[in-house]
């Protein structure tokens, strides 16, 4: 039905990809925390795609939220999550699992709310370096992923959002949300697709 009414077309891959890792911070990756889940699967095929634009030396970006004691900057968001009170600037929890450390170079944005993109210069800095296409890994599908791949998508870069390197809390929602987004807002590929991507010798890295 989306297709023969205009719907679900593909962007495809661009020229200068750089790789968005979305809050896959201590809090989410930890089933012991209120906010977290098990996304040992998603954190593994992450690390994977990391290493290999780590290889060929494109840009990497990470986010993390966190926020001020007091909590202002989290306004109506943190009413509607309370468990986000967990997230205090240099708590433990804010930080990037270890097992995806980030490098030297690597940026890490602090954003209060669903969007890598509200509140931060990430736009600016992907122009910056040049980049066209934003692939996309992190938690949740529902929430962070899903706001920051239409804002990809609403600043000009195609949005590529791999399947195996993004989770959530609730397979139904990860599901539904995936699949509206291949529809209206990304690409949503492959773990493999990607790869062979970055692997094409004639792409001009």
Not at 15 to 23: F, G, M, N, R, Y
Not at 107 to 132: C, E, H, M, N, R
Request: aromatic share 10%; charged share 20%; proline share 3%.
């Amino acid at each position: 039905m989306y297709q023969q009414r205009g719907f679900a077309n593909r962007v495809g891959f661009g020229v200068k990809p750089a790789l968005l890792i979305i809050d896959f911070i201590n809090a989410f990756t930890d089933e012991s925390c209120p906010l977290g889940s098990n996304l040992d699967e998603e954190i593994a095929a992450t690390a994977k795609l990391l290493a290999e634009f780590r290889a060929k030396k494109l840009p990497v970006h990470f986010t993390t939220t966190a926020y001020e004691e007091g909590f202002a900057s989290g306004g109506v968001f943190i009413k509607k999550v309370p468990s986000l009170k967990l997230l205090k600037l240099g708590s433990p929890l804010v930080e990037i699992d270890e097992r995806l450390k980030p490098a030297a170079g690597e940026i890490v944005w602090t954003k209060q709310y669903a969007s890598a993109f509200f509140g931060t210069a990430l736009a600016a800095a992907l122009i910056a370096q040049t980049v066209d296409t934003l692939i996309i890994a992190g938690c949740t599908t529902s929430g962070c992923v899903r706001a920051s791949a239409v804002d990809t998508c609403q600043n000009g870069f195609r949005a590529i959002v791999v399947r195996e390197c993004v989770g959530d809390r609730s397979a139904s929602a990860h599901a539904a949300n995936l699949s509206d987004l291949d529809v209206k807002y990304a690409d949503v590929t492959s773990l493999q697709e990607v790869e062979d991507y970055l692997w094409q010798r004639e792409i001009p890295f």
